[in-house]
């Protein structure tokens, strides 16, 4: 349900996503954009086939 900002609640309604504007802008920040640090460890999942 959303707020409609008269205290009313609107079923279905879209609300936009609290980072909608940063992505808009170009503005947000990913995963792949931030630094890894430094001893960062990385691990592989491998599955054999039986």
């Not at 205290?7 to 980072?19: F, K, M, N, Q």
């Not at 995963?31 to 999942?45: K, R, S």
Request: aromatic share 2%.
């Amino acid at each position: 349900m959303a707020d409609t900002g008269r205290g009313e609640t609107v079923i279905g309604a879209s609300l936009p996503h609290d980072s909608a504007g940063r992505h808009v802008a170009g503005e947000a920040l990913y995963v792949d954009d931030l630094p890894e640090p430094p001893g960062m460890l990385h691990t592989v999942l491998v599955q054999l086939p039986r």
